[in-house]
């Protein structure tokens, strides 16, 4: 019985078909925006992240500091 599905799986996601679809200029554009707009949102949580990664570590060497210094 495994073997039927399996097989009958594998031809189903590989059989080829045609899409009859269209995609017009306005679709790429749109794309595009898309794929800029995550790369930015991406940047942006970086920029963050790194942010606070920064003000954790520096508090933490200024309080080891000031522990020295007393």
Do not use: H, R
Request: overall charge positive.
């Amino acid at each position: 019985m495994n073997k039927i599905f399996l097989t009958f799986s594998i031809y189903y996601f590989t059989a080829e078909s045609n899409a009859y679809a269209y995609l017009d200029p306005a679709t790429g554009s749109i794309i595009i925006q898309y794929i800029v707009a995550g790369l930015v949102a991406c940047m942006t949580f970086m920029k963050n992240f790194w942010a606070k990664f920064k003000y954790f570590f520096n508090k933490t060497i200024k309080s080891k500091k000031n522990k020295e210094e007393n």
